[in-house]
């Protein structure tokens, strides 16, 4: 049996027959209106997500708001950070927690502390805070995975707490970051800002958190008669995070080192020659205010044109030209299940390969070549220093603390599970 030319097909194929035969000008017609189509398929796609959350939950106006349980703010949160706007989300978490070293007391208490005076301890403490922050935000506020990440955070804080070591205004400071950052950094570099919804979910969730954790918000406006809900939290929490951080965020030295050992740990995967370019992208994302506090100087103008260009075309790029990312594209950071030993495993990293897996393909995959190709330790390497058997979120912590406070911990965690019920953190 013979098979059809290329030329036979084309022939007996409408379509590809006239376009065989379009001029260069009917090429270009043709170009236009695919381009139209798509990008007005892409356009209606884009905000499918946004409206496929406001049309499953019923929070509409700000009285209905303020009955959101701290479950439906957690999977809206979530969605916001897997689907919607992933890396920026990441990033957001990462300088919220970095922003918090311009705080002189912090910082002084992270060197005193050795978390920070030595790079072994320093990416093993981002890996562990890393993880008990994304236990407590991947998995639902009454799981218990996301009680356990919590009662080993409040364990490991409560020593340093009762002994004034640990400022309860540092706590409320840190705990708005995580709830402003993101904010802040969507409306900044994203395609779209958050909606009212969806800030409210932010706010609700880690109002929640916050009581979970027993920090006190006494300091804010209506910390003793109460919030009308996320909303009304967050703005009064920007306002008291904001008159801290002009009290407070002063220039130090040791702000300084612990902004230099946490730059490594996030300039860590560029190769040598480009480390000044990734420390100057680091310095381009704070503000002034930051910048003064770590003692790191702005980049160049022309670099800072450059940076901001790039979020431009980004966002231009993700608004008009790109579709809704896939159920299957979404950002898992972390193993969905234990394994038989009671230990989870880090999907993705950017410092050490802490609690990696040494599976084939984090060995001998694209991204491990390019780390052996830098020259950095692979999952797996230098026998168990990087835990390659998984974490057990009721050790995580300073290497000190490891195998310590189990007890307790479940102790805290019983008194969790009463908390946080799938209940509305608002009165």
């Excluded at 695919?34 to 939950?57: D, E, I, T």
């Excluded at 640990?166 to 993101?182: C, K």
Aim: proline share 7%; net charge positive; charged share 25%.
């Amino acid at each position: 049996m013979a098979w059809p030319s290329l030329t036979s097909i084309v022939k007996d194929t409408p379509i590809l027959n006239s376009l065989s035969q379009a001029s260069p000008q009917q090429y270009i017609i043709y170009a236009l209106v695919g381009l139209a189509v798509y990008l007005a398929m892409a356009s209606s796609l884009r905000f499918q997500r946004r409206r496929s959350l406001h049309q499953k939950y019923p929070y509409k106006t700000r009285e209905s708001m303020g009955k959101m349980s701290d479950h439906d703010a957690f999977t809206i949160q979530k969605t916001i950070l897997q689907m919607e706007f992933p890396f920026i989300v990441l990033k957001s978490l990462q300088f919220a927690l970095f922003r918090t070293y311009g705080i002189p007391s912090i910082s002084t208490l992270l060197l005193k502390t050795s978390q920070f005076s030595d790079p072994a301890t320093s990416f093993k403490r981002y890996a562990d805070t890393g993880a008990l922050i994304g236990e407590f935000m991947a998995f639902d506020p009454s799981s218990d995975r996301a009680q356990t990440a919590i009662a080993r955070t409040k364990f490991l804080h409560k020593s340093y707490r009762a002994r004034g070591k640990i400022l309860e205004d540092d706590m409320l400071y840190t705990l708005s970051l995580f709830a402003l950052e993101p904010i802040r950094f969507v409306k900044m570099y994203e395609w779209r800002e958050m909606t009212e919804m969806e800030r409210c979910a932010v706010g609700t969730y880690w109002k929640s958190l916050g009581d979970a954790l027993a920090i006190s918000y006494e300091a804010l406006r209506s910390g003793k008669t109460g919030f009308r809900d996320g909303i009304h939290w967050l703005e009064e929490v920007r306002e008291w995070s904001l008159q801290y951080e002009a009290q407070h965020m002063k220039p130090h030295p040791r702000n300084k080192e612990v902004a230099d050992r946490t730059i490594d740990v996030l300039v860590y995967n560029l190769p040598n020659f480009m480390k000044p370019l990734g420390l100057y992208f680091v310095s381009f994302l704070m503000d002034e205010r930051l910048q003064s506090a770590m003692m790191i100087r702005a980049p160049p103008a022309f670099l800072s044109a450059i940076f901001s260009s790039v979020f431009r075309l980004r966002r231009l790029y993700l608004r008009y030209f790109a579709l809704p990312r896939p159920a299957f594209m979404r950002l898992d950071v972390f193993t969905e299940k234990p394994n038989e030993y009671g230990r989870n495993f880090v999907l993705m990293y950017e410092g050490a390969p802490f609690y990696v897996q040494p599976t084939i393909w984090n060995r001998w995959g694209p991204v491990a070549w390019f780390k052996w190709a830098l020259g950095q330790p692979l999952p797996g390497d230098d026998g168990d220093k990087y835990y390659p058997q998984g974490y057990y979120t009721p050790d995580l912590g300073p290497k000190y603390f490891e195998g310590k406070g189990r007890k307790e911990v479940e102790s805290i965690k019983e008194s969790i599970q009463q908390q946080r019920m799938r209940q509305c953190p608002f009165p």
